[in-house]
């Protein structure tokens, strides 16, 4: 039920989307860490994000259990979606993405995490 709903928000949200307004044309900087470790969870994917709420920066913490593809975007208040990672490849492991939005006003963004056939989705608010 929840997980319709926050579809359904999405994709209101990206409707009528201009690919050319980007944020503003502010970007999201990111880095990514990955550590191997193949005596992990039987879970194909954990995800927590932290801290949530946050003033400039958060970090998205992946656990995968296998070999895996990652892709990552954002939806702002708006609507306007920005792609962070595009197919990042790791081993069986840990994932930390660390996102800056210094220059990003406050409010709620969305954050999908494509592992795989695997959809997740989680809100983060960058507090003021």
């Not at 989307?17 to 005596?39: L, M, P, V």
């Not at 840990?94 to 995490?113: H, Q, S």
């Amino acid at each position: 039920m929840i997980r319709t709903l926050i579809v359904a928000i999405l994709t209101a949200l990206t409707i009528g989307c201009n690919k050319n307004d980007n944020f503003n044309n502010e970007q999201i900087t990111y880095s990514i860490s990955a550590s191997s470790n193949t005596n992990i969870t039987d879970k194909p994917l954990l995800i927590q994000a932290y801290p949530n709420p946050f003033s400039s920066r958060v970090n998205v913490d992946l656990v995968v259990n296998q070999q895996s593809e990652i892709s990552v975007s954002v939806s702002g208040k708006r609507g306007f979606l920005q792609k962070i990672i595009d197919k990042y490849e790791t081993g069986p492991g840990y994932v930390n993405i660390r996102m800056d939005f210094t220059d990003f006003e406050p409010g709620v963004y969305l954050c999908e995490i494509v592992v795989n056939d695997i959809v997740e989705r989680i809100e983060l608010l960058k507090a003021m």
